[in-house]
């Protein structure tokens, strides 16, 4: 059936599909998605067959069979793995090498659902890469097919999972552990067992239970707030280390044994020594609000540090044309050229876990030769006009800027380690500002300053 573009827009985003459950997504809709997919990599990469992940929510077992349901229609075989990570089923779209979906709404609310698309070997789909046909399709209304349909298979790849991540990173040297892990109630409690079994680790587990309604805390550990438990739950049990997954577990956030968030920009930092140690003079990918640290410490080490805009189809697109080894974002996403360019929110754990049990120091003491400088975090402000305020932000800073770029915003340069970053949010009224310096006060007076015009 065709769909008006408004309604199919509203869904179709710049890197997935994702709206409210019976309002903006049901199964026909996600039937038709099946299809216009199926179609796509069909003609595009003469595919055969499609496998299908699915998180915790309520809506997810019917959502992805409908959508096996649209795949099969079109003549494709699809193979469900059932409840899985996002990143596991990247690692089942590699290892069967085929196209791939995973129904989750990652960290929003319980009332949506989405679809993260790839192409065989984890390759992303965006607008530019496959959505705007499939869009395109929706509207239209998607063909019939006059051949024979597909089947419908199923396949257990969690224990392969495990083994693989932990073939991914040396960790014969990994003395005992305390780890504390919240999961939010996401799938970090069906892939945390399973990849940590074997391991020297005595795990303290918070929010295991699988629940797409998510009772305890937003599965969000960007914002500080649902970081509160495991801090707690971290002193309380006197671990090593604590660790956060958002809820489709493609991202890891750390908390040290003193109950304090380690940054995101520190572990890309760690994780990049750790791979250029494997291979020497590698390139590494880091997005333009992750701390200066990172690409100082790359070029120390010997390495190519490359600078991408945010989100995960710009570094994807760079891990790919640059051969890198590793790239990470401030946002927590990590992603392993050894894992077919995806990103793993386990990889990364593993690897900080690998680093702290190697050796005798606490993680707060491993970590600081990471943290050179002090940032804000990103600071959203609600603006009339983006583009005037952040024009008249440059002004105020004209005579103290060094440099000035537009590759995602604006970055300015101002010397002495300090920068700013300001973009404009694609889908809300919104002004982003990252900030880093030397010293939090440093920080402090700068982002005051910045704000006061963003917000005059």
Known sequence: MARSAESVDAVI????????????????FVRDVGGAFARLVREDADADRVVIGYDMRDSSPELSRAFAEGVTA????????????????????????????????????????????????AKPVGQDTGLA???????????????????????????DYAAFVRKLVDLSDLRPLTVAVDAGNGMGGHTVPAVFEPLPLQVESLYFEL??????HEANPLDPANLVDLQKHVTATGADIGLAFDGDADRCFVVDEKGQPVSPSAVTALVAERELAKEPGST?????????????????????PVRTRVGHSFIKQQMAQTGAIFGGEHSAHYYFRDFWGADSGMLAALHVL???GEQDRPLSELMAKYERYAASGEINSTVADAGERTEAVL????????????????????GDGAWFNLRASNTEPLLRLNVEAPTTPDVDVLVAEILGIVRS
């Open 211 to 216: 629940d797409g309604t998510f009772p305890n």
């Open 284 to 304: 590494v990918i880091h997005n333009l609000i992750t701390s200066r640290a990172v690409p100082e410490l790359v070029t120390e080490l010997g390495g190519t």
């Open 354 to 356: 690998a680093a702290l």
């Open 395 to 414: 002004s105020a800073f004209a005579d103290r800027a060094r440099s000035v770029d537009r590759l995602d915003g604006v970055t300015v340069e101002l």
């Open 133 to 159: 046909t499939v869009a395109a399709e929706l509207v239209a209304g998607v063909p019939d097919y006059d051949g024979p349909h597909g089947s419908i298979s199923e396949q257990d790849v969690l224990a």
């Open 74 to 121: 079109q003549g494709l075989d699809v193979i469900l793995v059932g409840l899985a990570s996002t990143d596991q089923l990247y690692f089942a779209s590699g290892l069967l090498d085929c196209p791939g979906a995973m129904f989750t709404a990652s960290h929003n609310p319980a009332r949506y659902n989405g679809i993260k698309l790839c192409r065989a070997g």
């Open 13 to 28: 985003k710049a890197y997935d599909v994702r709206g409210v459950v019976g309002e903006q997504i049901d199964a026909a």
